[in-house]
């Protein structure tokens, strides 16, 4: 089993930017991809990006494209999500996960730990 953590989240204005931190232990040689989710209010938890960890593959939502940018530093076993350009629209509970399938997965089913989440909440 892999442990997550996320940190980093907080309120924004409109146009500014925030970076997701999940560091991760436990397990960690287990996973093959690290992703990233949000789950609004009343809304079900939706993909966001994902990260391979063996080969840096990337693959993001259509609403996030050119606006944040996943990447991971191998040696402290932690993914980031560096979110530019924020809208109100962004506003979620974002959360970390972990999959040891090999296909930088996008749904939700394909991981197997997750984070606590970490509230961001962007104000227009």
């Known amino acids: 089993q892999v442990q997550l953590v996320e940190s980093g989240g907080g309120l924004v204005q409109a146009g500014g930017s925030l970076r997701l931190s999940c560091a991760a232990t436990?397990?960690?040689?287990?996973?093959?991809?690290m992703g990233w989710f949000r789950q609004a209010p009343g809304t079900e938890r939706e993909f966001v990006s994902v990260i391979s960890w063996s080969d840096d593959s990337t693959y993001y939502t259509d609403s996030v494209k050119g606006r944040f940018t996943i990447s991971r530093d191998k040696a402290k076993n932690t993914v980031y999500l560096q979110m530019n350009s924020l809208k109100p629209e962004d506003t979620a509970v974002y959360y970390c996960?972990?999959?040891?399938?090999?296909?930088?997965?996008?749904?939700?089913?394909?991981?197997?730990?997750w984070g606590q989440g970490t509230q961001v909440t962007v104000s227009s």
């Open positions: 436990g397990r960690t040689f287990s996973r093959s991809a």
């Open positions: 996960a972990a999959s040891r399938l090999g296909n930088i997965p996008r749904v939700r089913s394909a991981y197997d730990s």
